[in-house]
C-alpha cells in the first residue's frame, strides 16, 4: 500500500476524529510540496544550473523550472532575466512519496536531527524546512558532486492553522522538536 492510500485509508479518519472534524473534505490533507535551490554561483557560471537543475530532478523525480531575475540590482552583478533559481512543484503520488522519503530516510539522515523546529509554520498550516546540504538525499551520490548545494523544501497544507497542520504532519509521522514551557 502506498503512502497516499494509507492516507487516504486510515490516518484521514484518525485525524478527523482527533481534530474532531466530521466533514471528511474538512480534514486537513498535502496540498503540494515546492523544492527551491539559488545560489550565488549561477551567475559565476552558467554550468553551475545545469548540474543543480540536474541534482534537483534526481531529489524530486521531475524536471525543475528555471527562476528569472525580475529587476536587475547592480550591487550583486544581477540583470534582469539572468537565471538565479530553481524551483519545483510537486502533486500528488510524486508529492506523498516525496514526503515520506522525506520522513523515513532523510530526517534520519541528518546529522543531530532532533525533530523539526515549530517556527517553520507560517500561520496558516505550511512549513518551509531548510536543508545546508543536500547530500542527505539518498539519490545524490556525494562522490560525483562537484558542490554541494543547499535545498529549501515548502509543505503546503490546506490546514487552516498550526495546531492543525501540526497535527496532520504529526500523524504522517514528522517528529517536532519539543516545545520548551517558558515559566
Known sequence: MSFQEEYNKTIKQELGKQLGIKNPMAIP???????????????????NIELAA???????????????????VATFKLREGDKIGLSM??????????????????????????????????GRGNITLGFSENIVFPEID?????????????IVSSAKDNAQAKALHEALGMKFKKEEKVD
Not at 506523498?96 to 522525506?102: G, I, P, S, T, V
Not at 523515513?104 to 525533530?115: Q, S
Open 29 to 47: 490533507h498535502l496540498v503540494k510540496i515546492v523544492l527551491n535551490t539559488s545560489t550565488k554561483d549561477f551567475l559565476a557560471d552558467k554550468k
Open 54 to 72: 540536474e541534482d534537483l530532478s534526481i531529489i524530486g523525480g521531475q524536471k525543475p523550472v528555471v527562476r528569472k531575475a525580475r529587476i536587475s
Open 89 to 122: 512543484t510537486l502533486r500528488g503520488k510524486r508529492m506523498y512519496d516525496f514526503y515520506e522519503k522525506l520522513v523515513k530516510i532523510v530526517f534520519p539522515r541528518v546529522k543531530d536531527f532532533n525533530g523539526v523546529d515549530h517556527k517553520g509554520f507560517d
Open 142 to 154: 556525494s562522490g560525483k558532486l562537484d558542490k554541494i548545494r543547499s535545498l529549501q523544501v515548502t
